[in-house]
């Protein structure tokens, strides 16, 4: 399962998030920041493991929402309280 989520589905964005990732790590190491430290773990996180709103498109409104099926011409009912 792991396996296969690593070496399947790699598409442009996760190789963005993955280049950005390695480059932050880099400034990172260079600068001696661990705030850019902990952006380029986020980054490199989720592109190994296809996960995030910007990597794998799983966060987004769905295009069609469930509908129950309304028969627009029957009445509804009503009850009469006394």
Do not use: Y
Not at 44 to 51: D, E, L, P, Y
Not at 61 to 81: G, L, M, R, T
């Amino acid at each position: 399962m792991i396996k296969q989520k690593l070496f399947t589905n790699w598409h442009t964005m996760r190789w963005v998030a993955l280049s950005v990732g390695v480059f932050l790590a880099v400034m990172a190491i260079l600068h001696e920041d661990t705030l850019t430290g902990f952006f380029s773990a986020f980054f490199i996180f989720q592109a190994v493991t296809n996960t995030g709103c910007m990597v794998s498109q799983s966060c987004g409104v769905p295009q069609k929402s469930p509908v129950e099926s309304v028969n627009d011409s029957s009445e509804p009912e009503f009850k009469e309280i006394k």
